[in-house]
């Protein structure tokens, strides 16, 4: 689709995207999230909406005189809207945020880990986001050097099969991790800097054209692995009991507790066919080889 | 209309197997808004036809179901809970609505979300076991002095209670509707119908169940769960005729003893019209009920269809409509001296900026 176009579109009858497993229609007539979208997803398949979609998204100014002075952007999902205005020119993240907060709130058909996830070799590496793992930084290292994404944020499981699916999304970093991915990696495809945002300053990294591309082939999972950054550490991997790991998962993952029995079972499951590991880094390049390593 | 689509698969659920994916697409938001769609996986696997559904159309309606049924587990250990400390009292308790349907396995609990545990006990039992559930833990949602009394000199039910560590509403009635109200049921005589399903608990009768439902549905002032609960009506109709043939004489006749003539009249008109209930013709006749002069009838039965009508999610609530039904409910429910008190009192509240916590909003 043309720019043009995508823009005609998407300001009509929306844009059907697709989400991993998700189709997703949206109504936007704001051109800078439509740029940023075909930037950072490219090449962005839009498609003019048929069939059936999981979420129906508007990101527009909303009504009323403030607007005026001071624009605006607001997330609808189904004409709802579940949080208060952005700034407009922050409407990408705010679109990014809606997705989140829409999956998390129905996917309930996944068990959904809290988890950013990666393939290689037919096999996922599951690595669970505990506050001040560094785990976005280590995802988009491992993106650069051959791993596939899958997400950087949902572990999403089918519990029947314990397959985990793909759902490649930009990686939102902050603060010191903006530079120290630019260095890692210059090839990285990243999009405009958004200051002071909740989290401070954003930028987010576009998903490898390869994450895209296979973005409908699951993987079963093979390894859960802990990180956490410690500058004044070197690389250290560490057993972990799988008795240990299902406990953190679970009080990790966004439904454990809505779903009951059935994640109680996929996440045994899960544990059952995965080798778990804790791992300390102060070095992405140690990191990375560490895990080459482990998976090889 | 865009909603008939809804209403068109909940009076024939084997048309769910004909959809095309577009009116798929449409009808799993209506469901979703209008809080159905977790009923239309029970209502596919009656017909024979949930695994000929589209995948993804299944995998939402799944969804919808994980969070009912957690919901529907919440509201089980609730009542456990309250049991365990109310069994030293000696109590009785009558599970209403949600978790009634559910305690009976009645067709509307199936893929049914609540959130709230009601209850009946009689009045002169309300101090004890509220100070029992106080005593163990549970914590009175409501902190402002106006609006407790307003509940307790009003309502038909103590401010809700909320257990510190679960976090579920429990509301304790003593009545069916607001003492202030247009319709007074005299509840011993519910009391008296009441069927026990153990030891000190037990459901209302199968009359007496539709009749609440159809009694809260006219009363409330909210748009949103309202055709739920006409669709629970339309089920416990059919569910109830088909187990007891005398069912159909005796609603009109218990309507009348308790009062309720008009609101079972209202509902079982709106319920003929958008769920082609199959109502008997002693149902359906007007002689059965003590109803109001023509205009107000035909006025009241305009709107409580009107309001239930579905709607699609980006088309808003119709705000005239909405507007006729605030003023209607707070009509039914107190004199209009004590209502323009009211009123005024609670748009004073909101100029000030404090959140108006009162029933039903």
């Known amino acids: ?296 | 209309m865009e909603g008939d689509l809804l209403l068109h698969v909940l009076k024939a659920p084997g048309e769910m197997a004909g959809l095309s994916e577009e009116e798929w697409d449409r009808l799993l938001r209506l469901a979703r808004t209008h809080r159905l769609l977790a009923r239309l996986e029970p209502l596919a696997r009656d017909q024979g036809i949930w695994q000929e559904l589209p995948e993804r159309a299944r995998d939402n309606i799944r969804g919808a179901q994980a969070w009912v049924d957690h919901f529907q587990l919440r509201i089980r250990r609730e009542l456990m809970e309250v049991r365990k400390v109310l069994r030293h009292l000696g109590v009785p308790l009558l599970l209403l609505k949600g978790a009634a349907y559910m305690a009976e396995g009645l067709p509307p609990a199936r893929g049914r979300s609540l959130s709230d545990l009601d209850l009946l006990v009689r009045r002169q039992d309300l101090p004890r076991v509220e100070r029992a559930l106080l005593d163990a833990g549970w914590k009175s949602e409501i902190e402002d002095d106006y609006d407790q009394r307003y509940y307790r000199e009003w309502m038909h039910e103590i401010p809700p209670l909320v257990h510190l560590l679960r976090g579920v509403e429990v509301d304790i009635h003593h009545n069916l509707l607001p003492r202030t109200g247009r319709y007074q049921v005299p509840i011993e005589k519910l009391w008296e119908a009441a069927r026990p399903l153990e030891a000190n608990l037990s459901v209302l009768a199968p009359a007496d169940m539709l009749l609440h439902s159809a009694a809260h549905l006219v009363v409330s002032d909210e748009l949103r769960g309202g055709l739920r609960d006409l669709f629970d009506i339309h089920q416990l109709y059919i569910h109830f005729s088909a187990g007891d043939a005398r069912f159909p004489r005796e609603l009109p006749r218990r309507a009348r003893e308790l009062g309720l003539s008009r609101p079972l009249w209202y509902v079982v008109q709106a319920a003929h019209r958008l769920f082609d209930t199959p109502f008997s013709p002693e149902v359906l006749d007007p002689a059965g009920y003590e109803l109001p002069g023509p205009v107000t009838g035909r006025v009241m039965r305009y709107l409580v269809r009107e309001t239930l009508r579905p709607r699609a999610p980006e088309a808003g609530d119709a705000a005239f409509q909405r507007w006729l039904l605030y003023l209607r409910s707070h009509w039914i429910r107190m004199p209009p001296g004590l209502l323009a008190m009211h009123l005024a009192r609670k748009s004073i509240r909101r100029l000030g900026g404090r959140s108006a916590g009162v029933a039903g909003e």
Not at chain 1, 160 to 168: F, H, I, K, Q, T
Not at chain 1, 181 to 205: C, L, N, Q, S, Y
């Open chain 1, 1 to 296: 689709m043309s720019a043009s176009r995508l823009r005609e579109a998407a300001g009509g009858g929306g844009i059907a995207l697709r989400l991993g497993p998700f189709r997703v229609r949206l109504v936007t007539r704001l051109p800078a999230l439509l740029d940023t979208l075909q930037r950072l997803y490219a090449p962005l398949e839009a498609e003019i909406p048929a069939g059936i979609h999981d979420f129906h998204v508007q990101v527009n100014r909303p009504g009323g005189l403030r607007g005026r002075w001071r624009p605006q952007a607001l997330f609808l999902l189904d004409g709802e809207a579940p949080f208060e205005p952005f700034p407009e020119d922050h409407a990408f993240p705010l679109f990014e945020w809606g997705l989140n907060y829409s999956i998390a709130t129905r996917a309930h058909r996944y068990c959904m880990l809290h988890s950013a996830v990666l393939e290689k070799n037919g096999r996922a590496l599951i690595l669970p986001a505990m506050p001040g793992s560094g785990k976005s930084t280590l995802c988009a290292a491992l993106m650069h050097r051959g791993w596939r994404l899958f997400s950087d944020e949902f572990g999403l499981l089918r519990p029947e099969s314990g397959e985990l699916l793909p759902m490649p999304r930009v990686i939102p970093l902050k603060n010191e991790s903006i530079d120290v991915i630019r260095t890692f990696a210059p090839e990285a495809v990243t999009g405009p800097r958004f200051p002071k945002t909740r989290k401070g300053d954003v930028v987010h990294v576009a998903p490898t054209a390869e994450s895209l591309a296979r973005q409908q082939e699951g993987a079963m999972p093979a390894w859960i692995v802990f990180p956490r950054y410690r500058p004044d550490v070197g690389c250290r991997l560490r057993p972990v009991p799988g008795s240990q790991a299902f406990v953190r998962l679970s009080n990790n993952a966004f439904n454990y507790h809505l779903l009951g029995e059935t994640a109680y079972r996929a996440l045994t499951n899960l544990v059952k066919a995965c080798r778990s590991h804790d791992l300390q880094y102060g070095d992405l390049e140690a990191a990375v080889k560490t895990l080459d390593q482990l998976v090889s």
